[in-house]
């Protein structure tokens, strides 16, 4: 059953008033759809909260007064402050509660992957909402996705998922919305780098034999050119 919401016509337009309302617990919105003209409205800020509480949340289906009138409609967008969080802007999509509407619905899951826990993983929502097509009446509070079967090899596609009678899913049917990873950190073997400078002290150590021999040698031969070494006696 649709829930009765009020709205208020003739608010200014610009950010200055819009500032104004904020301030007075009233937020700016608009009405618009099935060809009706884009229409300006204020809302109440606890009116509003009180009327999205139930499990349909956002997806709420509104009897939403502008006026004289009233329409059956939804929550199409919301904006935010960003560091407040606080709504400061909605839109409202005028439907019809027999023709089908695109909508975000939320994915929860449910279950535990033991098969997962087991090897260390850990299972990771892609996304946290899906869209899908229904009625207004068919538009379900979430989709559950159980995980109790699902292993380190697995993963969740948007055409895995089961949809309520009345409902179809909106996407490519292979981007996966559920996946696993991994927490294990792997060992890697470490081979310890020579310490600069012992390398070449241990070359330098070696060859000291070597060139001791080569000076004892060269010490009592003759010098180029058949001349004895310096220090050294002509032979007679």
């Excluded at 068919?138 to 380190?152: A, E, F, G, H, Y």
């Excluded at 000291?208 to 009592?220: I, K, L, N, V």
């Amino acid at each position: 059953m649709p829930t009765a919401l009020k709205t208020s016509l003739g608010r200014a337009l610009g950010s200055a008033a819009a500032r104004r309302l904020l301030t007075q617990d009233q937020i700016p919105a608009v009405v618009y759809g099935h060809g009706m003209t884009p229409t300006p409205v204020t809302v109440d800020r606890k009116a509003l909260r009180v009327a999205l509480s139930g499990p349909a949340g956002l997806n709420t289906v509104l009897d939403l007064q502008v006026g004289n009138d009233t329409y059956p409609a939804i929550v199409k967008e919301v904006q935010r402050d960003p560091v407040k969080r606080i709504v400061r802007h909605v839109d409202f999509l005028q439907i019809s509660l027999t023709e089908l509407i695109t909508v975000q619905v939320p994915l929860h899951i449910k279950g535990t992957a033991k098969a997962v826990l087991a090897e260390g993983g850990l299972v990771d929502p892609v996304v946290n909402s899906v869209e899908v097509r229904a009625t207004a009446a068919n538009i379900p509070n979430d989709i559950i996705v159980d995980i109790t079967n699902l292993t380190m090899d697995t993963v969740v596609r948007l055409g895995d998922l089961q949809m309520p009678e009345g409902v179809s899913i909106v996407g490519d049917p292979e981007f996966v919305v559920v996946t696993v990873v991994t927490t294990k950190i792997e060992e890697v073997a470490v081979v310890a780098a020579p310490v600069e400078g012992e390398a070449g002290a241990e070359g330098a150590e070696g060859a000291t034999p070597a060139a001791e021999g080569d000076a004892e040698g060269d010490a009592g031969k003759p010098a180029a050119g058949g001349k004895p070494a310096a220090g050294g006696k002509p032979t007679k």
